[in-house]
């Protein structure tokens, strides 16, 4: 069975070093019931665990008094985690610069403006994975054994070889390099505008899984002259990251991932879309925190794999926002809930002071999948508890009437407009196999080359069921419209056989309702949600987005970058393309 399943890509020498590590576990999960392995998540009490300090690594560092370049090295290590008091230690894969220091999410790196950081990530992980992999889609396999990896850091305005291209992959050691590996270390230049990123794993065919296991953690650009007069939140204690992701646990504590396909003869692992169970708050479920009755910062950031969060406070307390995936808006937006798809960034701040009640709960709605799957259970509605303190205090931290205002920008200073397909397959049975974008493969040749220091109009149609959040690595996009695509299944029906927008004469479909972009989705963005059966119209910027300066790198160098769909069991099965920058 496992030999029928998993020969289909491999050779016979492949074929014996994989049974043992993937073959097996798929063939593992049809003999004896995972789900009598579970860990019923019910069990455990909410909020009995202290919401986690990340620990924070400088990117930089003061010389006599002046900011240098810092040059850090950063490990992936195996290694156990709690992420409950009552659910054993968890087997993960952790980022940190020991063994015993590395944490899940991995360390916060706090880089500033202007002062490069250099990042040796080094891979220390074990021959075989915690989780199971699925070999017939994953392009990075390591002939000599051991766990590709390689670190791409979401929302970096940097050099192609630093940019964690999915196919530079390498193994412990650097023993086995993918095809575009370049260097050992990574350079992020900070020359962008201040904001919030997330480093994590991208290793082609494995990001799901990678990150699945604990690969990923947050990364702050601070850029103080611009950011110390707005008197936002600051400070260890009321500016803190919130990194949040869901999981499901075998009784031993370790991490559950189902380790069959939906359509097993194609696929012996992959599933369309990884939901768990327990909603982890840096690294703890269901974690909670004593707020002082002031203003604190929290970045938001969502790295599931495929759930989406709507979130809100049970006792009616709001957020004003003030930036989103990695920029400041120009103003700060109230609302009473924020959705976030997988690896959007939300940055909110929130008053306590108002809060009418004793505690309250941050919880969530959104049905998973989004927008038209289950809708959530009692265990992932919840998402972390804030008890707040009685004593009222001065609180000496503002939200400013105008933010960062970021040079105008509209479809006039557009140079041309590409269509983006998303289309997905589907096997005999109607079980999703594979998606794609453009009707291509990722290893498919490039076919968009945008030129540096331009901006274009992209039109991405979203052609299936799903809310695809597109990620866009460089360049940074507004939101122009989304618009409802009418005779939905004409259209697509001519795209199936055509794959051509233009031919297909996508004007005449592209004329149903629009939906209104939310206030606080206006500003610039690296990563949105692209509604089914609508054309979504954004304008992509390959430049600095605070400047006029061009790219203080080459951004034309190979392997150029990429855009994919972040809900990673997609991007992980070719919903993912690459693009190059020309001069
Ligand atoms: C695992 O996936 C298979 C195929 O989709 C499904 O039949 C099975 O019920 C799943 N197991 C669990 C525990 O969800
Ligand atoms: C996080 O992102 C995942 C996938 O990218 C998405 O499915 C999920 O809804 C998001 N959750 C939140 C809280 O934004
Ligand atoms: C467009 O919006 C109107 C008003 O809300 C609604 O009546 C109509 O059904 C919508 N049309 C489509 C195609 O959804
Ligand atoms: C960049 O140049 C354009 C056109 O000259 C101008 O409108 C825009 O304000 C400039 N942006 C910055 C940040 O200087
Ligand atoms: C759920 C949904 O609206 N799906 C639509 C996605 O787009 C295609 C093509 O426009 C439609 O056929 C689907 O109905
Ligand atoms: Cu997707």
Redesign the pocket.
Known sequence: MEFVLCSKTMTRVMLLLLVTMTCLVAGDAGSTKPEERLFNVEKLEMFVDELPHIPTLRGFHFVNGFLKPKSLQIGMFFKKWKFHRDLPATPVFAYGISKRKASVPGPTIEAVYGVDTYVTWRNHLPSSHILPWDSTISPAIAKRGGIPTVVHLHGGIHEPTSDGNSDSWFTSGFKETGTKWTKTTSHYVNKQHPGNMWYHDHAAGLTRVNILAGLLGAYILRHSSVESPLRLPTGREFDRPLV???RSFRRDGSIYMNATGNNPSIHPQWQP?Y?GDAIIVNGKAWPRLTVRRRKYRFR?I??????????FFSNGLGFIVVGSDSAYLAKPVSTKS???????I?DVVVDFSKSTSKTAILS?D?P???PSGDPVTEENSK?MKFKVKDESEADTSTVPKKLIQYPFADVSTSVRTRYIAMYEYVSSADEPTHLYINGLPYDAPVTETPKIGTSEVWEVINLTEDNH?LHIHLGLFKVLEQTALVESEKFTDCMTEKNNAVKCQISKYARGNKTVVTAHERGWKN?FKMMPGHVTKILVRFSYIHSNESYSFDASQKPGYVYHC???DHEDNMMMRPFEMVK
Do not use: C, Q, T, W
Not at 338 to 344: I, M, R, Y
């Open positions: 949040v992701f869901d879309e939901f938001i969502n790295a599931s794999n495929a759930r989406f969060f709507r979130f924020v959705l976030l798809a997988p690896s959007e939300v969530n959104a998973y999948p989004y998402v959040p990563v972040h809900i990673l």
